[in-house]
């Protein structure tokens, strides 16, 4: 029989209805429930009727209405349970379309028998059939309980080339309930303006989706490979753009893949009304804050020449951060607000495996040349997209006082770093004690009142605001240092340029114009200027800060025991391995992972 999964029927005598199914179809169980009206059909001795009826899955909904039955029994389809199926194709690869006609019945046969006529299938059948049945008519394919490998795209034609490769695919399908589907867009779809809704890649013409569905366990890697493979093999043929439905967890570009230039627009959208990223099991739109957003905007002015001129200044203090994060061989480490990614250079110079988040794709783009293989995230400090625990230690070099909510901003750097981990953040001192205050009071003095709070360098460089701040995190303070840091420019148009191109700078020329901000840069800096080689000097002082996030309690109930278990370490200096058993307790301790500690 056809499969029946969760489908609604109005019912004049439910009682005879529920023993007339169960003998005659052997489904069930059933159950009464009564919901919002909508189109279906009534079941009957005799076949199928039209009838407005009620129905609905969701139980949020006013109820009210007749009864309904809903049948809460699954029966997956088989080739050999369609009646129209010929025997000799049961088992067989084939090609199968399948079209809709919504609208008048008699015409919507004229058209598709025309069409089944022109195909001259191996196998058809045309026949009107309920919304309701429609709407569940793969259900089988995708039940509870299968195994499901998904991945997909969209091409803008069919050439030759695609249409083979399809065919060389499918033809490699050894799971029965395996496919590749062709699913047709453009009509009402392509009508829909690109920034109308959430989905923008409404000119393509294709949608080429790829779902691996299998049963056992054993077939896993068989069934996942040749997805990806088929995958690869139609890449070169597709467009931009995805499908959010047809997304496994494993996509490069993620949620931006699916979005596309609307995913600014989405992301501001979950900053509202989730800041905290509680919904979160799905292909996530991370928040990204109004604060992150003008971050964004303000560094992607130059990247280029902050790498090269302003980043590199900033050496000692990078140093002095690596330190105090006690970075060496085998630290996973991530630099929140990465920049341009010298830290992270220096970092894996050290032996470190480099992760590493910032708002900016410039500055992005120049950390991912420098750093080939890195973990390098556009993202938002206020929502790390990382799993708890995930590194050793986590660094933010000038970075956390410019979160919209810098609170927020080190409660993620504590959610991703491990039990007793280190958090290091680092920023400017007081401003009286660097010289480059000069240079930011002129550009902050051309910013409108109203937009003085949009780039805050000094937001916790008062004595103990970052140790405060780091404490409401949940964090330990354990240390914190100064270090000095030269800016040093061969001629005055470097030092314009590299404060230009700053996000402070971008501010101020936002606001005045490019001009107004080289005549205030020039005589800001006029002060520090060697009047025999025109070089400029600015003499900065930085603050960093260490807290740990503490240990769990069996780490600290180990750390007790620690003279008598022996503490081992491995040959690459990971601390994981306790190797003495503690017999007085009989508790025998084998193996300690890091995110234990």
Not at 77 to 92: C, F, H, N, T, Y
Not at 294 to 301: A, D, E, I, P
Request: charged residues 20%.
């Amino acid at each position: 029989m056809s499969a029946l999964h969760h489908v609604g029927y109005w019912v004049e005598d439910l009682d005879s209805a529920i023993k007339q199914w169960s003998r005659d179809l052997g489904v069930g169980p059933f159950n009464v429930i009564e919901h919002v009206p909508f189109d279906s059909f009534v079941l009957t001795a005799d076949g199928q009727e039209h009838r407005d009826v009620v129905f609905d899955h969701s139980a949020a909904f006013a109820a009210w209405g007749p009864v309904v039955v809903e049948l809460g029994q699954v029966h997956a389809i088989d080739a050999s349970d369609v009646p129209w199926m010929k025997p000799e194709l049961v088992g067989q690869h084939g090609i199968m379309s399948l079209v809709e006609w919504s609208g008048d019945p008699a015409e919507g046969q004229a058209v598709l028998g025309q069409i089944r006529n022109q195909l001259a299938p191996a196998a058809s059948d045309l026949s009107v059939v309920p919304f309701l049945v429609m709407q569940t008519i793969t259900d089988h394919l995708f039940g509870h309980g299968l195994r499901t490998y998904i991945k997909a795209g969209v091409a803008d034609d069919l050439p030759d080339g695609l249409i083979d490769v399809l065919l060389d695919r499918a033809a490699r399908i050894q799971s029965p309930i395996s496919q590749v589907e062709l699913l047709a867009l453009g009509g009402a779809i392509a009508k829909t303006g690109q920034d109308a809704t959430a989905f923008p890649f409404r000119r393509a013409r294709w949608l080429i989706n790829i779902p691996a569905t299998w049963r056992a366990a054993a077939d896993d890697e068989r069934e996942i490979a040749w997805a990806r493979a088929t995958y690869a093999a139609v890449r070169p043929y597709l467009t931009e753009g995805n499908y959010v439905n047809f997304m496994g967890d494993d996509e490069d570009d993620t949620a931006a893949g699916a979005y596309g230039r609307t995913i600014g627009r989405l992301q501001r959208i979950k900053a509202a009304y989730d800041p905290d990223n509680v919904f979160r099991l799905n292909q996530n739109i991370r928040p990204v804050s109004a604060a992150a957003e003008v971050q964004r905007r303000l560094w992607g002015t130059d990247p280029r020449a902050w790498a090269d001129l302003a980043e590199p200044h900033n050496q000692p203090l990078f140093e002095a951060v690596l330190d105090a994060a006690e970075v060496s061989q085998g630290t996973r480490l991530l630099d929140a607000g990465c920049g341009s990614g010298l830290a992270l250079t220096m970092a894996r110079q050290r032996g470190a495996i480099t992760s590493g988040l910032d708002i900016s794709p410039g500055l992005l783009a120049i950390a991912r040349s420098r750093l080939p293989g890195a973990d390098l995230a556009e993202g938002d400090m206020e929502s790390l997209p990382f799993k708890d625990a995930t590194f050793d230690a986590v660094t933010g070099v000038n970075a956390f006082q410019f979160a919209g909510a810098p609170d927020r901003a080190l409660r993620e750097a504590a959610r991703v770093v491990r039990p007793g981990g280190r958090v290091v953040a680092s920023l400017f001192a007081a401003p009286e004690r660097s010289q480059g205050t000069a240079a930011h009071e002129a550009m902050s003095a051309l910013i409108p009142p109203g937009h003085a709070a949009d780039h805050a360098p000094y937001a916790l460089s008062a004595p103990g605001n970052l140790e405060a701040a780091l404490a409401a995190a949940g964090l330990r303070v354990t240390s914190d240092g100064e270090v000095v840091c030269h800016w040093r420019y061969a001629t005055m148009d470097d030092a314009v340029r590299a404060l230009l191109c700053s996000a402070g700078g971008a501010r101020a020329t936002e606001a005045a114009g490019e001009e107004a901000v080289r005549d205030v840069l020039r005589q800001a800096l006029a002060p520090f200027e060697d009047p025999r080689t025109g070089a400029v000097a600015l003499r900065n002082t930085f603050r960093w800060v260490t807290a740990q996030r503490p240990p769990t309690p069996l780490a600290r109930a180990i750390a007790a025991y620690t003279p008598s278990l022996g503490l081992a370490r491995r040959a690459n200096g990971s601390r994981n391995t306790v190797g003495d058993t503690c017999s007085r307790n009989h508790v025998s301790l084998d193996v300690l992972p890091p995110s234990a500690w």
